[in-house]
């Protein structure tokens, strides 16, 4: 396949050179997944303590091809609809700060990268991605353990902006962050 350039979401809007537009490898492969596998899913997405709900390997690694620093990160994609977008990571030492607790830069990442694919589902017809201009977390307690799940919604879907809400838990389910970020809608 012949590779052309183009704006990339997962890149800021930059200028990037791929084997496919954006519209074929991101949101419709992104949506066309089982609705099936969505629902069973979501009524596991609260999941047991201590257990983090099942992921979507294809989905996963979708989303990382797309967006390599999901990887780095250790995104985990659990279901992702224009109405809610659920991940999950695991706790680990490497991305702790004092005292063992998941560090809040690291908390951050996962919460703007989820809110990013979550506006990715909910772009206006035309659009070729997004890009964070605004974003505001509010830290609640520490995450000591894991997995933990992240959990993002759509507040707002317009046509030049995406407001969503991104919510971070523990294993026992209480909220470690609640984060609210406005994307910009890039349009070709």
Not at 31 to 48: E, F, I, V, W, Y
Not at 95 to 112: E, I, N, P, S
Not at 144 to 159: C, F, K, N, Y
Request: glycine share 12%.
């Amino acid at each position: 396949m012949a590779r052309r350039g183009g704006l990339d979401w997962a890149s800021g809007g930059r200028e990037v050179e791929r084997a496919e537009p954006i519209e074929a490898l991101g949101k419709d492969r992104m949506l066309g997944h089982d609705a099936a596998m969505n629902d069973t899913a979501k009524s596991r997405s609260g999941g047991d303590a201590g257990t983090a709900p099942s992921f979507d390997h294809d989905r996963t690694e979708l989303v990382r091809e797309l967006m390599p620093f999901a990887g780095a990160i250790g995104l985990q994609i659990v279901t992702d609809t224009s109405s809610e977008t659920v991940a999950t990571a695991d706790w680990r030492a490497e991305r702790c700060t004092v005292g063992g607790a998941l560090h809040g830069g690291y908390l951050m990442a996962l919460a703007d990268s989820v809110g990013a694919i979550c506006a990715l589902a909910n772009l206006p017809a035309g659009a070729v991605g997004t890009s964070t201009i605004e974003s505001k977390t509010n830290f609640l307690r520490a995450a000591t353990q894991g997995p933990i799940t992240i959990r993002s919604a759509p507040l707002h879907a317009g046509r030049t902006t995406i407001v969503v809400q991104t919510d971070i838990t523990r294993p026992d389910g209480k909220i470690v962050t609640r984060t609210i970020q406005t994307q910009a809608v890039l349009t070709a």
